[in-house]
C-alpha cells in the first residue's frame, strides 16, 4: 500500500474482478478496504486517486463500509483543486451519498455546493443530479 505504482496497479487490477457483496464483506472484514480509504485520504498522487476511487466506487455498490467516511472531504475537495480528478471523484461521491450514515459527512463537507459547481459538465449531469437529489432529500 506504500508502493506508489503498486496501489493503482492493484486497484486497477481488483476494478477486472466481479465485485460481489459477499467479496466486499470478505475485504471489509480483513480491513483492505479500510486501507483503501486512508491510501485515498494521504495521497497526492492523482494516479492513486482515481483508481483507488474508482475501486471504491465499485465496492460502494454493493455494500457500506464505515471507513468510506474518511474519503467524502478528500474526493470533494481533489474535485475543486484539480479537475481532471473531479469526473472520478464525483461519480464515486455519487455512489457514497446513497448511504444514510454517511449523509452528515456529506453535508458537513458541503458536498452539494462543491458538485453544483460542475453542473454544466455533461459528462457529470447524472451523478451531480443523484448527489444534490439525495441530499436535498435528507
Known amino acids: 500500500f506504500d508502493d506508489h505504482e503498486t496501489f493503482p496497479a492493484l486497484c486497477w487490477a481488483l476494478l477486472k474482478v466481479n465485485i460481489s457483496a459477499d467479496l466486499a464483506q470478505k475485504l471489509e472484514s480483513c480491513r483492505f478496504i479500510y486501507l483503501v ?9 492523482s494516479q ?47 455512489a457514497l451519498v446513497k448511504f444514510p450514515e454517511l449523509r452528515t459527512v456529506f453535508e458537513l463537507c458541503q458536498v452539494a455546493s462543491i458538485v453544483a459547481k460542475f453542473r454544466d459538465c455533461a459528462q457529470l449531469k447524472e451523478p451531480i443530479n443523484e448527489i444534490l437529489a439525495e441530499l436535498a432529500y435528507s
Do not use: H
Request: hydrophobic fraction near 40%.
Open 37 to 45: 480509504c486512508q491510501r485515498i485520504k494521504k495521497s497526492k498522487s
Open 48 to 94: 492513486t486517486i482515481i483508481a483507488g476511487a474508482k475501486l471504491i466506487q465499485r465496492f460502494a455498490m454493493v455494500s457500506f463500509s464505515s471507513s468510506y467516511q474518511v474519503i467524502v472531504q478528500q474526493l470533494s475537495r481533489c474535485a475543486v483543486e484539480k479537475n481532471e480528478l473531479a469526473p472520478d471523484c464525483i461519480k464515486t461521491l455519487a
